[in-house]
């Protein structure tokens, strides 16, 4: 699952001269405009000239934390959070092999609504907004290590303990993207106060410049073991870009997947590693129409019996079944709001139907006519692993999205179900005459959307550390859950899947495509 947090506040800041390369825009804010820029520049004015830009982004971390709190989002540790900046394309010249820092800024700053980025002309003379020397219209930059020189530049957090960021640019022209979850898990904690980052060429490349220079205005950092080479010019998109899909944000990745086995519930096989013999089943507590957790145990844990019995009589019967270890009792744990897992694993039997029985962990339940505190009795059909075949070819499949529609609205979350059947299923007499087709599950199928327009990814496939476009499972097949305020409204998307393949250790993209729009209502 994927959260987007677009930027609330961002601003360029340069001590970079204006044209007439005489006067230094220090007092310039270009908060109102739709690009951001970073540079340094070194010997353009004189021989040994320093002129810098910077950037200021700041984000909604109120709703990061509101979202953590209704449980949108997952507890510190389950989900990792990405700084995505997207580079815009100019005329300029553009740097290469160079690195860019990005740090906690450390007081609060004004946007403003300058749009200058060639001549600085947009001064903020004491109205709202930040600059090279000002964090707002009442307070200097104060607490960085050039307090004599009135902190310019901006304030920014650099010691020991602070969380600290960079990436680097081969190119010149790539996105920057960095993992920055300990210092929003800082934020959502107020451990660090949220004045978002600054991003700027990284201290060791940026112009050199000797003390004594410019010391009256305060316009120059004295980095007198900068660089003499000029990183000219480095420019994102900014937040109030025309571009959906290219305002600085904060990406919150996490893996949503459920992989409920009650649908493809195996028997232990001494064929198979002791990671295979384990099934993974849920109990779903839904009350009135919604999940809830059970009130007795809230977050706790709870335990689960496995019994035999008859698929006829629909009842578990006898004695706790032993399991993995002999253990006739296995313990579950909490998952989500009034969702529980346990994973179990039996040895093959010829049982016809087994019994989950899920009760208080103070309770002991000897066989299934014990009336101590039942929560949910489920029911798996268990199947044996195949015998070995002759060969391990690839297999290929039909999918459908069974409750796909042609149009969404752009605060819709919408869960999709994907049915999966292989394309050489052949179905028999008594099969088709006896029963509705099951989905097959895949145990690692992934999503992906694009735009059909032009082919831009706006969900590309997350199926690395963060698995944060991994599909679920349960006995009615994958699904997963969409959420179309990731979509800019007004163009048709496509969704594509993949499914890793074990046998060449890859992913492999399925060939059908399923097309919807996402659409403002205007009634």
Not at 121 to 148: C, E, Q
Not at 251 to 269: H, I, M, N, Q, T
Not at 287 to 316: K, M, W, Y
Request: hydrophobic share 35%; with cysteine; aromatic share 12%.
């Amino acid at each position: 699952m994927l959260i987007r947090y677009t930027a609330s506040a961002d601003n360029t800041i340069v001590n970079a001269f204006q044209l007439n390369l005489k006067t230094r825009g220090t007092g310039a804010s270009a908060g109102a405009a739709d690009v951001l820029e970073t540079f340094s520049i070194y010997g353009r004015q004189t021989t040994s000239s320093q002129e810098l830009s910077r950037i200021l982004v700041q984000f909604p971390v109120s709703k990061i934390s509101a979202d953590r709190s209704a449980g949108t989002l997952p507890a510190s540790g389950n989900v990792s959070f990405y700084l995505q900046m997207y580079n815009a394309p100019h005329s300029k010249t553009v740097p290469r092999d160079y690195t860019l820092s990005v740090l906690p800024i450390a007081q609060a700053w004004q946007e403003g609504d300058g749009l200058d980025l060639e001549g600085y002309k947009d001064l903020t003379r004491g109205n709202v907004g930040s600059n090279w020397v000002s964090a707002s219209n009442a307070l200097p930059w104060t607490g960085s290590s050039y307090a004599t020189y009135n902190s310019v530049g901006g304030s920014y957090r650099t010691g020991s303990a602070d969380p600290q960021y960079s990436a680097n640019f081969p190119i010149g022209t790539e996105n920057l993207e960095v993992d920055i979850t300990s210092l929003v898990e800082h934020w959502i904690a107020g451990t660090i106060s949220n004045y978002g980052v600054g991003v700027h060429v990284s201290s060791s490349l940026e112009a050199s410049a000797s003390v004594g220079d410019n010391v009256s205005n305060h316009a120059v950092l004295p980095l007198t073991g900068g660089a003499t080479d000029s990183y000219y010019t480095k420019r994102f998109f900014g937040r109030t870009s025309q571009y959906f899909y290219f305002k600085p944000n904060i990406e919150a990745r996490w893996d949503s997947s459920v992989k409920d086995d009650r649908g493809s519930f195996y028997l232990s096989s001494s064929r198979a590693p002791s990671d295979d013999n384990m099934n993974t089943i849920y109990f779903y507590n839904v009350v009135r129409g919604r999940l809830v957790n059970l009130q007795d145990i809230g977050l706790g844990e709870l335990t689960v019996s496995l019994f035999s019995g008859s698929a006829n009589n629909s009842v578990p019967s006898g004695s706790a079944l032993s399991m993995y270890n002999s253990a006739v009792v296995v313990t579950g744990g909490y998952v989500s709001t009034g969702i529980y897992s346990c994973s179990v694993c039996i040895p093959s039997s010829s049982y016809n139907t087994l019994y989950d029985v899920w009760f208080k962990p103070e309770d002991k339940i000897a066989s299934a006519e014990d009336s101590s505190t039942q929560y949910f009795t489920g029911a798996v059909q268990p199947m044996v692993l195949n015998e070995g075949g002759m060969s391990s070819g690839q297999p290929k499949y039909y999918l459908s999205i069974s409750n796909l529609q042609p149009q969404y609205a752009p605060n819709d979350t919408v869960r999709m179900n994907l049915f999966v059947r292989q394309k050489n299923w052949s179905p028999t007499i008594y099969t088709v005459a006896n029963s509705t087709v099951k989905s097959q599950a895949i145990p690692s199928a992934s999503y992906r959307v694009y735009r059909i327009l032009d082919g831009y990814e706006a969900v590309p496939y997350g199926t690395g550390s963060d698995n944060h476009t991994m599909l679920s499972y349960d006995v009615g097949g994958n699904y997963f859950n969409l959420d179309m305020q990731l979509l800019q409204p007004g163009y048709g998307y496509g969704i594509k899947f993949s499914f890793y393949d074990d046998v060449i250790d890859s992913w492999q993209e399925q060939g059908q495509s399923f097309k919807f729009r996402v659409e403002n209502y205007e009634y």
